[in-house]
């Protein structure tokens, strides 16, 4: 199989992850373009999929999932990033990093990121990148971007979803 698409599989199973552990939450999952055109169709707890927004570059972009909770009030963008084998993914977290603080709409935004293909360092930049809150001015000093790990986002949602 070739690293490509091992690396579409692989990064599938890992949306497939975050799916399946909100829909155990009790989550409705909607791609978001049908979703918008008639979200009253729809109730409160919802996983929206392929949602859009314009990236740094002023081109359409997609993200992964949009959360959005009535319930827990909350509306989280979750981008997800897997790097099973070595590859370019880690090449674009300084890009992935600013989309999250300066184009993105949302004020909260979740990047899962997971695999052990990326590059030394590389999810520890990012997570420093966040720390730091690197490249932030007045105008996006108020996003909160987190980064988990798979493993930290079942975490995550298992102490916020409780039933």
């Known amino acids: ?19 399946t552990v909100l829909l155990e939450k009790g989550f409705e999952i909607v791609m978001y373009r049908v979703w918008n055109k008639n979200p009253e169709n729809y109730g409160k707890e919802l996983l929206l999929k392929n949602v859009p927004f314009t990236t740094i570059y002023g081109h359409g972009g997609n993200t992964e ?7 827990y009030k909350l509306r ?6 897997w790097q099973q084998s070595a590859g370019s993914v880690d090449e674009k977290l300084p ?19 997971d695999g052990d293909g990326f590059k030394a360092g590389a999810k520890t930049w990012l997570r420093d990148a966040v720390k730091k809150k690197l490249y932030t001015d ?15 986002f079942f975490t995550w949602a298992n102490n916020i ?3």
């Open 1 to 19: 199989m070739k690293k490509g698409r091992k690396t579409n599989i692989t990064g599938t199973q890992l949306e497939k992850a975050v799916q």
């Open 65 to 71: 999932f949009l959360l959005i909770s009535e319930q």
């Open 76 to 81: 989280i963008r979750i981008e997800c990033k």
């Open 95 to 113: 890009y992935l990093y600013l989309n999250t603080i300066e184009a993105m709409p949302e004020k909260d935004i979740m990047i899962l990121i």
């Open 138 to 152: 007045e105008k996006n000093n108020d996003t909160n971007v987190i980064v988990f790990s798979l493993a930290e």
């Open 161 to 163: 979803f409780q039933t």
